[in-house]
């Protein structure tokens, strides 16, 4: 059931188009699922094309248009192709969801290079790449919002997440200025830090970290794909044009 925010919001986002980078699966595909559920024409991007297909093919039974874009969002030449394929597909972008991300967690000490720079790029660099390629379009357009994923470990640190939560916070800063360069031109980028959502990412950690989180959590329950994409679609709306840098934190209370 995706909520009506305001009685009075009247501008649908029929039509909008967007584009979700690791839409195939986990919170991108609900953010998906929910901009879909709105009528926007949805760009599923991800390393895996197998999955983004299956969600397209989903996403257009759901009576929008909806194209499979195989990208590695830390590869220059891929997140120009994405704009260029969406722009041919849909002929503008509305909407950029900076979602796709990896962890490769341990602790710093035992941390190898490799692991900080995976993170890094996909998170980090990805965001930044995919960013300017959606400047050029959305500026011309005069419209534009760029949503992007961060993380509670931005705000509160992680043990065995050095690389992550340096990632989620440069994402944090990233999407500050960006929301003040393109401020002039209808831009907004705002983010979205979720804390514990139960998915493939955090179905991998250990049971005993799991217990622990829990016990942070003042709402007693993990999150829900759900629970990120509504926020997601808060940011989207063309109602939310006079927010702009912001952070919605979604966490259960676990940080206030
Ligand atoms: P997920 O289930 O692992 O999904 C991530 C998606 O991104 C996957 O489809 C993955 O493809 C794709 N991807 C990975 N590397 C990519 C690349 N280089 N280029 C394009 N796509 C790539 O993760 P999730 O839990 O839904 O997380 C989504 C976002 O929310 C991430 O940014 C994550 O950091 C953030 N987040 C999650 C939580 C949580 O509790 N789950 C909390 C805070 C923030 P593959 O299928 O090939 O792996």
Same mark, same amino acid.
């Given at each position: 059931?995706?909520?009506? $925010?305001?009685?009075?919001?009247? %501008?649908?986002?029929?039509?909008?188009?967007?584009?979700?980078?690791?839409?195939? #699966?986990?919170?991108? #595909?609900?953010?998906?699922?929910? +901009?879909?559920?709105?009528?926007?024409?949805i760009?599923?991007?991800?390393? =895996? +094309? *197998?999955?983004? %297909?299956?969600?397209?093919?989903? +996403?257009?039974?759901m009576?929008? %248009?909806?194209?499979?874009?195989?990208?590695?969002?830390?590869?220059?030449? *891929?997140?120009?192709?994405?704009?260029?394929?969406?722009?041919?597909?849909?002929?503008?972008?509305?909407?950029?969801?900076?979602?796709?991300?990896?962890?490769?967690?341990?602790? +710093?000490? #035992?941390?190898?290079?490799?692991?900080? *720079?995976?993170?890094?790029?996909?998170?980090?660099?990805?965001?930044?790449?995919?960013?300017?390629?959606?400047?050029?379009?959305?500026?011309?357009?005069?419209y534009?919002?760029?949503?992007?994923?961060?993380?509670?470990?931005?705000?509160?640190?992680?043990?065995?997440?050095?690389?992550?939560?340096?990632? %989620?916070?440069?994402?944090?800063?990233?999407?500050?200025?960006?929301?003040?360069?393109?401020?002039?031109?209808?831009?907004?980028?705002?983010?979205v830090?979720?804390? $514990?959502?139960?998915?493939?990412?955090?179905?991998?950690?250990?049971?005993n970290?799991?217990?622990?989180?829990?016990?942070?959590?003042?709402?007693?329950? $993990?999150?829900?794909?759900? *629970?990120?994409?509504?926020?997601?679609?808060? $940011?989207?709306?063309?109602?939310?044009?006079?927010?702009?840098?912001?952070?919605?934190?979604? =966490?259960?209370?676990?940080?206030?």
């Amino acid at each position: 059931m995706i909520p009506d $925010f305001h009685p009075g919001v009247k %501008k649908i986002m029929r039509g909008h188009t967007a584009i979700i980078t690791g839409g195939g #699966r986990g919170i991108g #595909r609900a953010i998906a699922e929910s +901009l879909a559920g709105r009528g926007v024409n949805i760009a599923v991007v991800d390393v =895996n +094309l *197998d999955i983004a %297909k299956e969600a397209a093919e989903a +996403l257009g039974k759901m009576g929008v %248009k909806s194209i499979a874009l195989k990208a590695d969002v830390s590869n220059s030449s *891929d997140t120009a192709a994405i704009f260029e394929n969406a722009v041919k597909e849909f002929g503008k972008v509305e909407i950029l969801v900076n979602n796709a991300g990896i962890t490769r967690d341990g602790l +710093l000490l #035992r941390m190898k290079e490799e692991d900080w *720079d995976a993170v890094l790029n996909i998170n980090l660099k990805g965001t930044f790449l995919c960013s300017k390629e959606a400047v050029k379009v959305m500026s011309k357009q005069r419209y534009g919002r760029i949503i992007n994923i961060a993380s509670v470990v931005a705000f509160m640190g992680n043990p065995g997440q050095a690389n992550y939560s340096a990632s %989620k916070a440069g994402i944090v800063g990233l999407t500050k200025t960006v929301a003040k360069e393109y401020a002039s031109r209808g831009i907004t980028a705002n983010a979205v830090a979720p804390g $514990f959502i139960t998915t493939a990412m955090t179905d991998a950690l250990p049971e005993n970290v799991k217990q622990e989180m829990f016990k942070a959590i003042p709402m007693g329950k $993990f999150g829900t794909v759900e *629970d990120v994409a509504n926020s997601v679609v808060f $940011f989207a709306l063309p109602e939310s044009g006079y927010i702009t840098g912001q952070v919605i934190h979604v =966490n259960g209370g676990m940080y206030m």
